[in-house]
């Protein structure tokens, strides 16, 4: 045992060269009989943590000789083929974001009618007669079955599938790989359990996931083939790399925003705003086309289903409605009360935040389990019935039906020809309700009624947000939003006793703006979306003025939904800039040394021992000069990455092999294409006892003009050129070029400013 | 300033033999110079390159013109009145004025209670016809051309159009092809079968309170509620049927609505049941539902509270970071958590 023990100490096995042959299943031994020792590093979950799960993506190419080879082959009219491709890809986008929003739309509108005309027989059966217990019953068992499928495919297939899907995308679009994000597999489970969620009633809405969804679909198209499928189209090869895709999923992104709101320079706005870093004209150009064909196909669609083809009436997932008329205008007098509306907003969306921050906290701890979190999901689902009935049994707000367009009029204990006006608001999909309370017309609904649903739905909204659900969190937000907002209407115009300008619906509008900026803290893109929902430019400025106060306020007490979450996941994701007050630190603080670095002919031996070795898992490997008779660290040649070698060992790429011409071509870009995304891990790969003594030539696959910084560079700098540049890697290097460090994103990511000024986050094992 | 006449090829020059059309085509006519005039004026080359900087300048108003004029309108027999329009013509549009008239004095003396799709449909068909009339070809094809043209458009007010619009505009409203035959003369059967049944039970609740005389309490309605329950849940039932009928045809949110004397007939009776009777009284069974609903916002609590305590706590595994100088913090952090 000693001496495994000693080989696992951190700075043995970074010596290059060094490593005797150590079986890789003696090393996980070794390994699970150490853990009872570590009992002093294992920690509760908190949101200072960074997970060793998440890696870069590599969105620096590596300019190799291959690369430049290729790249020389290509003339101008091939370069010309590859954009008319990118036009045809987004598209492709375009049409299929907008057919699976269609299908979502389509399949939610006719399941819930379903439930809900079921459940509304139900009731009136046994209002006449007695025994509305059942109906209670009724109503929560079918919300909670529905949901406990929706949940169970979630947390049993694919867990990246919960919730919203917005704080994964924009981690990705942040560089950060997080595994399994924009897989088919995830597309159909997102896609399904949002469609269950939302049947099921629970207190969510289906716009946020369409932006996943749209991701994925520009993830899959691009590549050209289907990994889970196993089908490859052998087409778009050219874009089988993270920088190219990236670009797409930045398309996918807008045309998932652009579908679910009908707001297509709202989702190209959006891309800017979460993703991309480099941004280039052309590349805003293609996404807005993706946008626009988005929702237009969606347009088209619903509107051939909705049985008038010509009229072009459904533009998103949720449509705010008509906001033209003369009643709906505002006056200059109202902006500072819209202004308040928005501190309102703030505040509400802190609250919502905060109480959501615990609740996630509590659930990364101790609900953890996937039987545990459906069982959590199908409870959710039952009390948000629950909440619904006994609201709606205690309501005395009865409102004549006629001239109403009420889909599922409760009766209940009003009288004949009257509906019950709490179950316009609990007894519907969320969007219709937002809708409602949007342009019903004054009086439909007493403040009371307002009152009592504001409270029960924040708090439901705040539960539900988080469960291993597909779900998003728009229209919830724009729920309270609207209801608090309509409520905050009414009683202004009792107090002026006037109703000169207080039409209930404006305020509902701004109201929800108010709240859901609170909540996710989005600026520009959140204007332009609600803008555009609403159709009315006018309304640009006071919803511009109400989320500006919003975040304000809002980010005075804690950080936006989206942003919380991405911590508490532990990822490491780069802000705009660097901490403000990280001038202090250099490079040499910041990188992590000693670095394994690799020799330009290493033995094979040594790759597959590094490779495999369990406890560090690098990805990139500074390439040095090979110098046999120095045990100190040459010069920098070049970096070469995990994935590469990988193939190289696959194709046996030895230099012996080659002198005696066994390798029948050489390798070229092709193949590393070909195994991206899913390089196969290294256990897969069977490298012989002879094979192990072989030589390998690495010049021709690393990159040899990494990007380098001196000892002395601040943190600031280092950070700038990370985030600039999309970086993997940064080799940290002294004044003879030799390796001393090397930055990763997660060295920078941890330096974060906290309540206490800089802090600094550890790396942990999740 | 009968030279000018040739230079009108709009206007028909068969009626002007007639005597009393014959200011028909008069070049007089105050209207002349502006729209209707000049577009008809304009189709001649002759007319615009002559006659036309004559007219504009002002000569139509010269006390010689209107002298003229007055001089025409006497020897026509006719002073003042339509002196634009052919005997045909002038007999449609009276006709359309009764019969405009008739449907409004319909519509307004049977809007409550609201019986304007029973009472008014022959009305309706009546108007619509006369409009039809005057808008299209009846008989000689170009001369009824020639009435259309005069009498719904000649004018800025359109005052004939609007009218029949307005019409159209509240039928519509009221979604009275609803309840109508698809030809549209007489109610449709099931229309006359739930006015039957309302009738019915109108009189149900007219013999029950007879019964119990004027001076009872109001609030003592029980024989009502008793004795016409049954054709009141059959009226309900129906009215509930035939909404779902219509549901399931139309698409659009217009034809979500019954016609109106429907809706409303059974909204009075709603009302009457269940406002003035009192009749509709369910029963509140609050007990099972307090019960039920507290025992499922009880299992949360209990869930939370048993994954708190059973659930094993998931903890998180440092790893050391290799950096130079983080010896340091890494002891921070570490005391912090221990």
Not at chain 2, 3 to 22: E, Q
Not at chain 2, 262 to 279: G, H, P, Q
Request: hydrophobic share 40%; charged share 20%; net charge neutral.
């Amino acid at each position: 045992g000693n001496e495994s023990d000693l080989k696992l100490t951190p700075s043995s096995f970074l010596r290059i060269g060094q490593l005797s042959n150590v079986d890789l299943n003696e090393d996980i031994h070794e390994l699970e009989t150490e853990v009872p020792r570590q009992r002093p590093n294992e920690i509760p979950h908190n949101e200072k943590l960074l997970s060793l799960k998440y890696e870069s993506l590599d969105y620096d190419n590596s300019e190799n000789q291959l690369f430049l080879e290729e790249e020389r082959r290509i003339n101008h009219a091939a370069f010309r083929t590859v954009e008319i491709k990118r036009w045809v890809i987004c598209a492709m986008i375009g049409i299929l974001t907008g057919l699976v929003a269609c299908f979502i739309d389509i399949v939610v509108e006719n399941l819930a009618g379903l439930k809900y005309r079921l459940v509304k027989d139900n009731i009136d059966k046994f209002t006449a007669k007695g025994g509305l217990s059942f109906s209670l019953l009724l109503w929560a068992t079918l919300n909670a079955s529905v949901v406990m499928v929706g949940s169970l495919i979630v947390a049993f297939i694919e867990p990246v599938a919960a919730g919203s899907g917005i704080p994964q995308i924009k981690c990705y679009l942040n560089g950060v790989k997080i595994p399994h994000v924009v897989r088919l597999k995830t597309l159909v489970i997102k896609v399904c359990g949002v469609i269950l969620s939302v049947v099921g009633g629970l207190a969510v809405g289906k716009e946020g996931p369409m932006i996943h969804s749209g991701s994925v679909i520009a993830a899959g198209i691009s590549q050209g083939r289907s990994t889970s499928l196993k089908r490859d189209f052998k087409i778009f090869e050219y874009f089988r790399r993270d920088t190219e895709k990236r670009d797409f999923v930045s398309a996918g992104a807008a045309a998932g925003v652009s579908a679910a709101f009908g707001a297509p320079v709202g989702g190209v706005l959006f891309s800017l705003e979460e993703g991309a870093s480099f941004w280039n004209q052309f590349l805003t150009w293609r996404i807005f086309f993706a946008s626009m064909i988005s929702t237009f196909t969606l347009n088209s669609v619903l509107s051939v289903y909705h049985g008038n083809a010509w009229d072009l009436s459904s533009p998103g997932l949720i449509n705010f409605g008509r906001f033209d008329s003369e009643k709906m205008e505002y006056t200059i007098q109202e902006i500072p009360i819209f202004i308040f509306m928005g501190v309102v907003g703030g505040i509400l969306g802190a609250l919502f935040n905060a109480l959501n921050y615990w609740l996630t906290m509590f659930r990364i701890r101790y609900i953890h389990r996937p039987c545990l979190q459906v069982v959590e999901a199908m409870l959710v689902a039952a009390v948000t019935a629950t909440v619904g009935f006994v609201m709606i049994y205690c309501s005395r707000d009865c409102q004549p039906l006629q001239g109403s367009s009420v889909a599922y009029p409760l009766q209940l204990f009003c009288a004949d020809g009257e509906y019950n006006s709490m179950a316009t608001a609990f007894f519907n999909t969320p969007e219709k309700s937002v809708v409602n309370l949007f342009h019903d017309p004054p009086g439909s609904y007493n403040p009371m009624t307002l009152g009592m649903f504001t409270v029960m739905y924040f708090f439901l909204a705040c539960w539900t947000y988080g469960l291993t659900v597909s779900a998003g969190v728009f229209i919830p937000s724009l729920l309270i939003g609207a209801a608090w907002g309509r409520l905050f209407g009414i009683s202004l115009s009792y107090l002026t006793k006037s109703s000169i300008w207080a039409d209930p619906g404006k305020y509902a509008l701004m109201g929800a703006a108010a709240q859901l900026g609170g909540i996710v803290r989005m600026t520009l893109s959140l204007t332009v979306i609600m803008m555009e929902a609403t159709g009315n430019v006018t309304y640009g400025f006071p919803i511009m003025l109400v989320l500006m106060t919003a975040k304000i306020v809002g980010d005075y007490f804690v950080e936006g939904l989206y942003d919380m979450h991405i911590q508490l996941q532990s990822v490491p994701f780069l802000h705009w800039e660097a901490p403000v007050t990280s001038h202090s630190l250099t490079a040499r603080e910041v990188m992590s040394t000693p670095v394994t670095c690799l020799r330009r002919i290493e033995r094979v031996g040594t790759v597959v021992d590094i490779l495999s070795d369990t406890s560090s898992n690098h990805n990139g490997f500074p390439v040095v000069e090979s110098n046999p008779d120095t045990t100190q660290v040459a010069g920098l040649r070049g970096l070469i990455l995990r994935s590469q070698l990988i193939v190289l060992l696959k194709h046996k790429v030895f230099v012996e092999r080659t002198n005696l011409s066994l390798v029948q071509r050489r390798l070229k870009l092709k193949d590393f294409r070909d195994a991206y995304p899913r390089f196969p891990p290294i256990q897969s790969i069977h490298v012989s006892q002879d094979e192990r003594e072989c030589m390998i030539d690495l010049s021709e696959f690393m990159n040899p003009s990494p990007y380098t910084v001196p000892q002395e560079a601040s943190l600031p700098r280092v950070f700038k050129l990370f985030r600039a540049l999309g970086l993997r890697h940064l080799v940290v290097v002294d004044n003879r070029n030799e390796v001393v460090g090397m930055v990763t994103r997660k060295d920078l990511a941890r330096y974060r400013l906290g309540k206490e000024g800089l802090e600094e986050l550890s790396l942990a094992q999740t | 300033m009968r030279t000018a006449r040739p230079c009108r090829p709009a206007r028909p020059r068969a009626p002007r033999s007639g005597g009393t059309s014959s200011l028909q085509g008069h070049p007089a006519r105050p209207r002349a110079p502006r729209s209707g005039g000049t577009s008809s004026l304009q189709g001649h080359p002759l007319c615009r390159d002559t006659l036309l900087p004559a007219r504009t300048n002002g000569a139509l108003w010269t006390p010689a013109g209107l002298r003229e004029l007055a001089e025409e309108l006497w020897s026509a027999g006719l002073p003042g009145d339509l002196p634009d329009l052919e005997p045909e013509c002038r007999s449609l549009l009276a006709a359309f004025a009764e019969g405009s008239a008739a449907l409004t004095g319909c519509l307004a003396r049977r809007a409550r209670p609201v019986r304007l799709c029973q009472g008014c449909h022959g009305h309706y068909r009546r108007l619509l016809a006369q409009y039809d009339s005057i808008a299209r070809a009846v008989g000689n094809s170009s001369e009824s051309h020639n009435c259309a043209k005069s009498i719904l458009t000649s004018d800025r007010l359109h005052i004939v159009v609007t009218l029949s619009e307005f019409f159209n505009e509240t039928w519509e409203a009221a979604n009275c092809a609803n309840c109508l035959k698809n030809n549209s003369e007489g109610l449709s059967n099931s229309t006359e079968e739930f006015l039957d049944l309302f009738n019915k039970s109108l009189t149900c609740f007219e013999h029950n309170l007879q019964g119990q005389g004027i001076d009872l309490s109001p609030n003592n309605y029980t024989e009502v509620c008793k004795n016409c329950n049954e054709t009141y849940m059959k009226l309900n039932d129906l009215y509930n049927h035939l909404q779902r009928l219509n549901r399931q045809g139309g698409e659009s949110a217009h034809s979500a609505h019954l016609c109106i004397d429907v809706e409303d007939a059974m909204n009075i009776t709603r009302k009457l049941w269940s406002r003035t009777f009192n009749c509709s009284l369910p029963c509140s069974d609050t007990v099972p539902v307090i019960a039920v609903s507290s025992f499922i916002l009880f299992l949360p609590i209990v869930f939370y509270l048993s994954s708190f305590l059973h659930s094993k706590q998931k903890k998180r595994i440092l790893i050391l970071p290799k950096r130079i100088q983080s010896n340091a913090n890494l002891v921070n952090i570490q005391e912090k958590y221990s």
